[in-house]
C-alpha cells in the first residue's frame, strides 16, 4: 500500500493500481496519514474534515467515512498489504509502516541526507536528497481544500524549501554549481524576498563565472526590499556582495561559506 499526499491524496496498492476513494473518504485517510501509526482523538480528525461546515452528527459521519474507508481497502484484496485502520477508544490509528507515506518518506530521507552531510559523504547526502524531492507531484494535499490542509501545506511546504536549500548547499560545497542553478533559480522565483536563497544563487553564478549576473541578483534583492519592505539587505548577503566585487578568491573554493548565507 502505498498513500500519496504530496500531490493530490492518493491510495495506491502494491500492483500501482490507485484505490476509487470518495471525496470525504479520502479527506479521512489523509488527516489520519498525516502521523501514520499515532493514535488520532475523534474530535481531532472532525476537525480535520470538517472544520467549517460540521455535520449534525459528526461522530456518526466519521464512522460511516472510517466504515467506507475500510470497505474500500478490503474490496481490494490482498494487493493492498500492511494495512490497517484500527478503532480505539475515542480515535482512530491508522496501523502502516510510515515508510507507505509519502511524507514520512521524505523526512526520513532528509534527515539521513542531513546525516551523511555532517558526516562528510557528500555524494551520499545528495543522493538521498534527490530521492526525498522526487517524491513531490505537485502541490501538497492539493485536492483537499480545508483549514486544516493549509496549515499542513505550509509545513510542508517549507521542509521542501529547506531541502532544496540542504542539497543547494551539498552541490556549492562539491564545487557543482552548473547543476544546481536551475533549483536556485526556481527557488529565487517562489521566495524572493529570501536573501539566503539569494545568496546561494549569487554564488553559484559568480563560480560559474557571471560576476555581472551575481551583482545584479543582489541589486534586484536590495531594491525590491528597499521599495516594499523598506529596509536593507542583511549583513550576510551583503558582505557576499562585497566580496563578490573584490573578486575574491576564497568563493571560488567549495567551502562551507554557503552554508552561512
Do not use: N
Amino acid at each position: 500500500m502505498e498513500i500519496q499526499l504530496l500531490g493530490c491524496v492518493e491510495a495506491r496498492a502494491r500492483s500501482g493500481d490507485k484505490l476509487p476513494l470518495p471525496h470525504g473518504t479520502k479527506l479521512l485517510l489523509a488527516a489520519l496519514a498525516w502521523t501514520p501509526g499515532a493514535f488520532v482523538a475523534d474530535e481531532v480528525l472532525i476537525e480535520r474534515v470538517w472544520q467549517e461546515r460540521r455535520p449534525q452528527h459528526p461522530r456518526d459521519a466519521l464512522y460511516i467515512q472510517a466504515t467506507r474507508l475500510r470497505k474500500a481497502l478490503r474490496a481490494d484484496g490482498q494487493r493492498t498489504g500492511g494495512f490497517e485502520l484500527v478503532r480505539k477508544r475515542g480515535g482512530y490509528v491508522l496501523a502502516i509502516d510510515e515508510r507507505c507515506v509519502d511524507t514520512a518518506r521524505f523526512r526520513a530521507l532528509v534527515r539521513q541526507a542531513q546525516q551523511e552531510a555532517r558526516a562528510g559523504d557528500t555524494e551520499t547526502a545528495l543522493g538521498l536528497y534527490g530521492r526525498a524531492l522526487e517524491l513531490w507531484r505537485g502541490e501538497p494535499l492539493s485536492d483537499v481544500r480545508t483549514a486544516w490542509a493549509e496549515t499542513a501545506r505550509v509545513t510542508l511546504r517549507r521542509e521542501h524549501r529547506e531541502a532544496l536549500i540542504g542539497s543547494t548547499e551539498l552541490y556549492l560545497r562539491a564545487g557543482r554549481h552548473e547543476e544546481c542553478l536551475p533549483q536556485l533559480h526556481w527557488l529565487a522565483e517562489m521566495h524572493p524576498f529570501d536573501e539566503k536563497v539569494t545568496g546561494l544563487l549569487m554564488l553559484a553564478l559568480h563560480r560559474g563565472g557571471r560576476q555581472a549576473d551575481a551583482l545584479h541578483c543582489f541589486q534586484t534583492l536590495r531594491l525590491r526590499m528597499t521599495d516594499l519592505l523598506g529596509c536593507e539587505p542583511g549583513p550576510d548577503v551583503r558582505s557576499l556582495h562585497e566580496r563578490i566585487l573584490a573578486r575574491d578568491p576564497r568563493l571560488r573554493l567549495g567551502s562551507a561559506y554557503a552554508t552561512s548565507v
